[in-house]
């Protein structure tokens, strides 16, 4: 059985608490030192993980809370132009994609507030491995911790045996790995929706049926609009469906309406989706250039505009239905 639990215990384990199907990062093919000063951490890599044949890669940061962060490494036992192919081609194909050998290597976590990795553990209810997780560094009351996978057997038995050394080598980590980062002072994270505020939104797009709509006849048609980014393929998004639909439902009597943005352009799978959960809410297809252009993190991100389209300030990233209607409700207490 292919073992992962420890690298992603924040995509996985942290996701399916907080419903957050994270759309992109700061992905790099690691070719040298590499910073993360909002982090507080230099990454020096050992001479294992440079010059390699695969493609290892170094994907974040990725923020699941105000608390926890973690950056990956992964190792593809793939030529570059393979990976580069791939990773151009969208979602879908990546999930069904056959012989991806692809395997995590390590984590970086950084935990606040004096959180240890055990109190992490017990916070999610998820078992770990204390043999694969070390404390690596300090920054004040910031905590790191370097989480090692163990050799995926699945791989190594499938994958291209001219891979397999580097990727053993790479794998065994150990003291230098751990010795390879130095920690400073972390730099205050900018805000990427700061910009946002009072903004104007606008796309054209189309329907599932393929009719043209734009987004100024859309948020026309409502005092508040609840936008909510989603994808086919993002198991958070389609878990919220049913409880935005009676959200829509309760709030059409205040002159409200949720709208759903789909962000991958599978209409067939969004159809099918819209059936089974009995949407009735407008569903469009998301402009890629919109997409493309609005600093989201995740899938699935719901916020708020008004008739005019203007950004309303409220911006909400992962599944967090119970929090979708108080926000609605105080933003049309302050506009009155």
């Not at 409200?256 to 089974?276: F, H, M, P, W, Y």
Request: net charge negative.
């Amino acid at each position: 059985m292919r073992r992962s639990i420890l690298l992603f215990l924040l995509l996985i384990l942290f996701l399916s608490c907080c419903g957050v199907s994270f759309a992109s990062t700061d992905t790099i093919i690691l070719t040298g030192p590499v910073d993360y000063p909002f982090l507080g951490f230099r990454f020096d890599p050992p001479e294992a993980y440079l010059n390699t044949k695969g493609i290892v890669t170094l994907a974040g940061p990725y923020e699941t809370n105000d608390i926890v962060r973690d950056v990956i490494c992964t190792y593809y036992a793939m030529p570059e132009d393979r990976y580069d192919r791939l990773f151009n081609s969208g979602h879908k194909s990546l999930l069904e994609e056959k012989d991806l050998w692809s395997t995590s290597i390590f984590a970086v976590v950084s935990m606040d507030r004096g959180m240890t990795f055990r109190e992490f553990c017990t916070y999610t209810g998820q078992p770990y491995d204390e043999q694969y997780v070390r404390e690596i560094g300090k920054n004040g009351d910031t905590t790191y911790y370097l989480l090692m996978e163990a050799l995926n057997r699945d791989l190594m038995e499938d994958m291209d045996p001219s891979y397999l050394d580097e990727y053993v080598a790479m794998a065994a980590g150990g003291d230098d790995l751990a010795a390879s980062f130095t920690f400073c002072e972390p730099e205050e994270t900018p805000d990427p929706y700061a910009g946002l505020v009072d903004s104007r939104i606008e796309f054209t797009s189309a329907d599932l049926d393929g009719n043209p709509v734009s987004s100024a006849e859309l948020f026309g048609q409502n005092e508040i609009t609840v936008l909510n980014i989603w994808a086919t393929w993002c198991g958070p998004c389609i878990s919220e469906l049913p409880d935005l639909q009676a959200i829509h439902t309760r709030i059409a009597e205040k002159d409200c309406s949720v709208l759903g943005l789909l962000g991958d352009n599978d209409v067939d799978a969004a159809r099918s989706l819209i059936k089974e959960n009995g949407i009735t809410y407008p569903v469009v297809i998301g402009s890629q250039e919109f997409i493309a252009s609005f600093p989201f993190e995740g899938y699935p991100t719901t916020f708020y505009v008004d008739r005019n389209g203007v950004f309303l300030g409220t911006l909400l990233t992962g599944v967090q239905t119970s929090r979708y209607e108080p926000a609605l409700n105080d933003l049309l207490s302050a506009a009155k």
